[in-house]
């Protein structure tokens, strides 16, 4: 597989002297169930999984620059919910529990779209969930993938029935998304949102959800276009600041 990377992340084959790194994930009761996969018992379980996996040749290893370490894998399977005559492919994604929260899955994800959609000229990804797991679900729609439907009593897992959620986004769809395809830290749009967008602009992709809720809404000196109605309450419903200008919040946030 080709060696992808952005700022944090590079993706890159697995090689055997991985498995130390990939143990010390998959032997995680909070990882591997999520995905509906037993932990690992053992280092030699792992290099045995390590093989298949290097064999099969359509997972990368997630490795995070700062400490050149593997801290989990995404990949780009066949999907099994179309026929031969679509280019589609299902991208599936794990990692290490210690690095959860940082943003590092939607990187790496967005990248694999990329490679995807440019490279590759695929016509669909898709990407599913078993049910209770939204750290999973979260990364979905940040990257701007469309729910499809649930597949009721899809897998047995720990003797018991879990059903998948099923998401989707065409090329069509994702050229549509503009700059948020590749969102950084001061720009980032939810159009699931049922209220998006919360508030009136003309040019709705210069429209950044980054701040939800205004950050200096209890500070009277905010700069904004808010009025102060009689009841003492600050209605900013025709302030558009914190989603045009981020710097300028930040600004005035030191």
Same mark, same amino acid.
């Given at each position: 597989?080709?060696?992808?990377?952005?700022?944090?992340?590079?993706?890159?084959?697995?090689?055997?002297?991985?498995?130390?790194?990939?143990?010390?994930?998959?032997?995680?009761?909070?990882?591997?169930?999520?995905?509906?996969?037993?932990?690992?018992?053992?280092?030699?379980?792992?290099?045995?999984?390590?093989?298949?996996?290097?064999?099969?040749?359509?997972?990368?290893?997630?490795?995070?620059?700062?400490?050149?370490?593997?801290?989990?894998?995404?990949?780009?399977?066949?999907?099994?919910?179309?026929?031969?005559?679509?280019?589609?492919?299902?991208?599936?994604?794990?990692?290490n529990e210690s690095y959860w929260g940082k943003g590092i899955m939607t990187e790496a994800v967005r990248e694999v779209m990329r490679f995807a959609f440019d490279?590759?000229?695929?016509?669909?990804?898709?990407?599913?969930?078993?049910?209770?797991?939204?750290?999973?679900?979260? &990364?979905? @729609?940040?990257? !701007?993938?469309?729910?499809?439907?649930?597949?009721?009593?899809? $897998?047995?897992?720990? /003797?018991?029935?879990?059903?998948?959620?099923?998401?989707?986004?065409?090329?069509?769809?994702?050229?549509?998304?503009?700059?948020?395809?590749?969102?950084?830290?001061?720009?980032?749009?939810?159009r699931q949102c049922e209220y998006f967008p919360c508030h009136r602009i003309d040019d709705i992709e210069k429209f950044s959800c980054q701040f939800c809720y205004?950050?200096?809404?209890?500070?009277?000196?905010?700069?904004?276009?808010? &009025?102060? @109605?009689?009841? !003492?309450?600050?209605?900013?419903?025709?302030?558009?600041?914190? $989603?045009?200008?981020? /710097?300028?919040?930040?600004?005035?946030?030191?």
């Amino acid at each position: 597989m080709k060696t992808l990377q952005t700022e944090r992340i590079i993706l890159r084959e697995w090689i055997i002297e991985d498995a130390k790194d990939l143990f010390e994930y998959a032997s995680s009761p909070n990882v591997g169930p999520a995905a509906g996969w037993m932990p690992h018992k053992s280092i030699e379980e792992t290099r045995e999984y390590l093989a298949l996996t290097m064999a099969d040749g359509d997972t990368w290893a997630l490795v995070y620059k700062p400490e050149n370490k593997v801290i989990g894998s995404v990949g780009l399977h066949k999907d099994g919910l179309r026929g031969s005559s679509v280019r589609s492919k299902s991208i599936g994604y794990v990692m290490n529990e210690s690095y959860w929260g940082k943003g590092i899955m939607t990187e790496a994800v967005r990248e694999v779209m990329r490679f995807a959609f440019d490279e590759l000229d695929m016509q669909i990804l898709t990407l599913e969930h078993f049910s209770g797991n939204q750290r999973s679900r979260r &990364v979905i @729609l940040k990257c !701007g993938f469309i729910f499809e439907g649930i597949h009721k009593n899809h $897998h047995r897992f720990d /003797d018991k029935m879990i059903d998948l959620w099923t998401y989707s986004i065409t090329k069509d769809e994702w050229l549509g998304m503009g700059t948020r395809r590749a969102p950084n830290y001061r720009f980032y749009q939810n159009r699931q949102c049922e209220y998006f967008p919360c508030h009136r602009i003309d040019d709705i992709e210069k429209f950044s959800c980054q701040f939800c809720y205004c950050p200096l809404y209890a500070n009277p000196k905010c700069g904004g276009n808010f &009025v102060l @109605l009689s009841n !003492g309450v600050k209605d900013c419903s025709n302030c558009l600041r914190p $989603h045009v200008d981020y /710097d300028a919040i930040v600004e005035r946030l030191k």
